[in-house]
């Protein structure tokens, strides 16, 4: 009953936050950017959350993965490589199939980085935006949950992964070129530093500038060669940042 009513809350004070900024851009007739309004899903959805929070809490995580589907799916297609690149690194996968960057602003506003301390964060999120959101847009969204990342867990390097090439049938215009059109916006929060930014896109596409199915059999979601050509081309910069 505790978990429901709390959830319940939790649902409220969402929609209340997310009403009072819509009235606030009407008021000023300002746009509202979607993307960076904190946003649950459903009970599912938020059960998955819980149990991120949970091993947070136990702590223990060096290296920390962010994102969605294509993050979320190394427990299944990319598991064999997860395996030997990053279970040995006391790695967590905090990611969730559909999420959207409003969804992990909530999730990290949520408890989600709270008592965890890795040494890395490697972060990949937007392609879900990309046929409501702008680039801009979403780019913005990405810099906001990289603060809120560093707010949480000070001490933490990001790599900040391009957002990957996807050319389904059913895709429209805007989502087969978003990738092009955010991954220069992200590039600029690389500071040499405490955020470095990361393009292998070259790794999935073939000549003609699109997604093979010998990589991604939907033409968005790697499979478990593409998990492998995405740990061989992460690993000399995560190597480095892990030390």
Not at 47 to 67: C, N, S, T, Y
Not at 171 to 185: G, T, V
Request: charge should be neutral; proline fraction near 7%.
């Amino acid at each position: 009953m505790k978990k429901f009513s709390l959830r319940l809350l939790i649902a409220v004070a969402s929609l209340v936050f997310f009403t009072d900024v819509k009235s606030f851009a009407q008021e000023t007739n300002a746009p509202v950017n979607t993307a960076i309004v904190p946003a649950p899903r459903d009970a599912g959805w938020v059960a998955r959350h819980e149990g991120f929070v949970e091993i947070a809490k136990a702590g223990g995580v060096d290296l920390l993965f962010i994102g969605d589907s294509i993050t979320d799916f190394w427990r299944n297609r990319g598991s064999s490589v997860w395996n030997t690149f990053y279970a040995p690194r006391h790695a967590a996968n905090f990611g969730i199939s559909g999420d959207r960057t409003q969804n992990v602003i909530w999730r990290i506003d949520h408890g989600e980085l709270d008592g965890i301390k890795p040494k890395v964060t490697v972060l990949m999120i937007g392609t879900n935006n990309s046929n409501n959101n702008s680039p801009a847009e979403i780019a913005d969204a990405i810099h906001v949950i990289l603060d809120k990342i560093h707010a949480k867990i000070p001490d933490t390097k990001i790599l900040l992964l391009g957002v990957f090439p996807r050319n389904r049938p059913n895709d429209i215009p805007a989502q087969i070129e978003a990738p092009d059109q955010i991954n220069p916006l992200i590039a600029k929060f690389d500071d040499g530093k405490t955020v470095r930014y990361l393009n292998i896109n070259s790794q999935f596409v073939g000549a003609d500038g699109k997604v093979p199915a010998s990589i991604m059999p939907d033409f968005l979601h790697p499979n478990a060669y593409g998990y492998q050509l995405w740990a061989d081309a992460m690993e000399p910069l995560l190597a480095d940042m892990m030390k």
